[in-house]
């Protein structure tokens, strides 16, 4: 009774309009971590390796086992933290490995040792986000560790930015970026050869060439959607040709059930709407399970016949109330959009998330992975 559509020809213009700007000779991670932030692991990873992209960029020795699975022959990143009982799994289902912690260098040894294998490393730096990553002072006695493990192959390293999302002054991005390149600097003195590097993000990638290296990881913005509304501004103030991002997610569902109810009704746990009107109501079944959060209880709409439907009432586990009274001949299982366009009238992420105190990454990636993606 819902589902997703994921848009083809959207996905594969969003990572064409990247390649473009990036260039060819430029490696492209696509980040499908997190469900491929909302839009389907497997089915996304496939259409982006179908549009060019070279690399595929995880969250987790599950998800890059997954991929695997599914036959996934390119190089495959973990981005996140790899447990040490997991090392294992990663080096035998050939998964690079980001990496920051000496413990990680002592354990991978043993695992390669045992299975034959070779470890392909991703050092994380740390340039001022302080999430993951290799302090300076750290960072000379971590390769050497390394590069006593033959085993041990120190393929890449790469940091992250900590605000370039969130403001049109970029001036600590810009003393991120002059860090890292002092890192760089660093290990070259010391001949520390370490080939692909990489820093660029979807922002990154739109404002500042400076930041491609060897390698950008594009994620929000391939599946359509801006960084954030800075993002954008920063680049019309750059003068930049603006990319033309096409959203791929749509979130849709067939109406359960229809009534009318006298004036004066109290609608939905709490009793937090109450009816002016004799009314039309059209229940959903779709709820906060399915992400579709809380916050937008009374508060918004989805799309029924190319009009709005205000939700009347509290977000339930399981089920939304919405208004039809002036939305003449919906019927059962009518379709309703919760994202996405029906006529005329469009609901996107942008515009749940401003709803919803949040930001667009949250309302895609919070809708369930249990809810079927279907291409389109």
């Not at 750059?238 to 959203?247: D, F, I, S, T, V």
């Not at 109450?274 to 109501?281: A, D, I, K, Q, S």
Request: charged share 20%; aromatic share 8%; with cysteine.
């Amino acid at each position: 009774m819902q589902w997703i559509e994921i848009d083809k020809s959207a996905l594969v213009s969003n990572i064409s309009q990247f390649r473009r700007l990036v260039g060819e000779k430029t490696k492209l991670l696509a980040v499908v971590k997190a469900n491929a932030y909302g839009h389907g692991l497997g089915l996304v990873s496939q259409i982006a390796l179908e549009a060019g992209v070279d690399w595929l960029g995880v969250n987790s020795v599950e998800e890059g086992v997954f991929l695997r699975r599914q036959e996934v022959k390119c190089p495959i990143l973990i981005l996140g933290y790899t447990p040490l009982n997991k090392l294992h799994e990663a080096v035998s289902n050939q998964l690079h490995l980001t990496v920051y912690n000496f413990e990680t260098l002592d354990k991978l040894a043993r695992v390669c040792q045992n299975l034959q294998q070779k470890a392909y490393l991703n050092l994380k730096i740390e340039t001022g986000t302080y999430r993951q990553g290799i302090r300076a002072e750290d960072l000379l006695p971590f390769t050497e560790k390394a590069n006593r493990y033959p085993q041990l192959v120190l393929e890449g390293i790469s940091s992250h930015f900590a605000n370039i999302e969130d403001t049109t002054d970029h001036s600590y991005a810009q003393q991120q970026l002059e860090n890292f390149r002092s890192i760089l600097n660093f290990l070259e003195r010391h001949k520390v050869n370490i080939p692909l590097k990489h820093m660029s993000c979807t922002a990154a990638a739109i404002l500042f060439p400076e930041t491609y290296f060897k390698l950008v990881r594009i994620g929000i913005g391939m599946y359509g959607l801006w960084p954030s509304r800075e993002t954008y501004l920063s680049s019309l103030l750059k003068h930049k040709n603006l990319l033309k991002l096409k959203p791929v997610l749509s979130w849709k569902a067939r109406v359960a059930q229809i009534k009318k109810v006298p004036k004066d009704s109290f609608i939905g746990y709490g009793c937090t709407y109450r009816t002016n009107r004799l009314t039309e109501l059209a229940v959903l079944p779709v709820g906060y399970y399915d992400g579709y959060r809380r916050h937008l209880s009374n508060s918004g709409y989805v799309l029924i016949k190319g009009q709005r439907a205000p939700v009347r009432g509290r977000v339930a586990m399981n089920f939304i109330i919405v208004d039809i009274t002036d939305i003449a001949g919906v019927r059962l299982e009518e379709e309703a959009v919760l994202i996405g366009q029906s006529g005329q009238e469009t609901i996107t992420a942008d515009y749940l998330a401003s709803l919803m105190g949040t930001i667009n990454y949250e309302v895609v990636t919070s809708i369930g992975a249990h809810l079927p993606r279907l291409v389109v």
